[in-house]
Nanobody
Framework: QVQLVSSGGGLVQAGESLRLSCAASGRAFSSYTMGWFRQAPGKEREFVAAISWSGGSTYYVDSVKGRFTISRDNGKNTVYLQMNSLKPEDTAVYYC????????????????WGQGTQVTVSS
């Protein structure tokens, strides 16, 4: 069992940056692939990024490549999403998830979810 608590969202202007954090409690955090998803009003939950248990492999949706960076600190049981050059279309509730799969870009592949943190980017 893993409990996830995400934080770091807020209201920023286009071009600015935010760093989201997702703190995990429970067992064997370092054995999970971690992912970030986002959901805008009226839309499905969308894959943003994922990172392997070791941090050695990362994956991104094309729309955030070069702007977002996912990382993890297994010593602190925390995964991060550094978001630079934010755009209004990045506005959404961002969720972190944990999966025992080696890789997951679909929400149903994830076993545990954080509560979500709102990111709003104004133009």
């Amino acid at each position: 069992q893993v409990q996830l608590v995400s934080s770091g969202g807020g209201l920023v202007q286009a071009g600015e940056s935010l760093r989201l954090s997702c703190a995990a409690s429970g067992r064997a955090f370092s054995s999970y692939t971690m992912g970030w998803f986002r959901q805008a009003p009226g839309k499905e939950r969308e894959f943003v990024a994922a990172i392997s248990w070791s941090g050695g492999s990362t994956y991104y949706v094309d729309s955030v490549k070069g702007r977002f960076t996912i990382s993890r600190d297994n010593g602190k049981n925390t995964v991060y999403l550094q978001m630079n050059s934010l755009k209004p279309e990045d506005t959404a509730v961002y969720y972190c998830g944990a999966t025992t799969n080696k890789y997951g870009s679909r929400w149903f592949q994830y076993d545990y979810w954080g509560q979500g943190t709102q990111v709003t980017v104004s133009s």
